[in-house]
C-alpha cells in the first residue's frame, strides 16, 4: 500500500485498535479523565478466599507470603494477592539456584525465590516444575551471587516480635508487567 492510498478511514481505524489497546503511564494521575480503565494491581478472586496449597511466611515480614498449590502461586501482601494459574502461565523462567519468575498471560508475575520465604524446598518447587507446562519453561543463565535477593533484615528482631512490634518492610514486592517503567 502506498502512503496516497491511505484513506482517513484508515486511519481512523488504526486510532481505534490503538485506542483499544494500549498501555499508558502519566506520571502523578490517572488516566480516567481521558477515558482510560486503570490496569488491575491485583488478582481478582480465583481459589476462595484463601490460596489454597502450602504457605511459606517471607523472611522479612509475617504480613507476606506466598502459597504454592496444585494450581497456581499465590503472592500475598497487606494490600493484595497476585496470582499465576499453571495453565495461564505464558513463561517460567528457570534459575539454577532454585528461582522460578512464572508470568501468566495477564502480565501478573510472581517471582518464587527460596531465599526470600521460608520451607520453600526443593520439592515445593518441584510441585511448580511439574504444573507448569513444558512450553511455558524458560531456562536461564546462573545469577551472579549479588543478584539472588536477600530478605531484608527485620527491623524489629525476635526481642521486638515477642513485644508485638509491628514487621519490617516487606521483602518481596509484587510486580506487575504493563509495558512501561
Do not use: N
Amino acid at each position: 500500500m502506498l502512503l496516497a492510498d491511505v484513506t482517513v478511514e484508515d486511519l481512523r481505524d488504526v486510532a481505534r485498535e490503538l485506542y483499544d489497546s494500549a498501555l499508558i503511564q502519566v506520571p502523578g494521575r490517572g488516566v480516567d479523565w481521558a477515558g482510560f480503565t486503570e490496569a488491575p494491581q491485583w488478582s481478582g478472586p480465583s481459589f476462595g478466599p484463601e490460596p489454597l496449597g502450602t504457605v511459606h511466611r517471607s523472611r522479612a515480614s509475617d504480613a507476606v507470603s506466598l502459597a504454592v498449590g496444585r494450581e497456581a502461586v499465590t503472592l500475598s501482601t497487606p494490600r493484595g494477592r497476585i496470582c499465576v494459574r499453571y495453565d495461564a502461565c505464558a513463561a517460567m523462567r528457570v534459575f539454577p539456584d532454585g528461582a522460578r519468575h512464572l508470568i501468566g498471560f495477564d502480565a501478573f508475575v510472581v517471582e518464587v525465590e527460596p531465599t526470600l520465604y521460608a520451607k520453600l524446598t526443593p520439592d515445593r518447587m518441584a510441585v511448580i516444575d511439574a504444573a507448569v507446562p513444558a512450553a511455558a519453561v524458560v531456562p536461564m543463565p546462573e545469577r551472579d551471587p549479588d543478584e539472588i535477593p536477600q530478605p531484608a533484615a527485620r527491623r524489629d528482631g525476635l526481642k521486638g516480635r515477642a513485644r508485638g512490634a509491628r514487621p519490617g518492610p516487606a521483602a518481596a514486592r509484587p510486580s506487575r508487567s504493563t509495558g512501561h517503567p
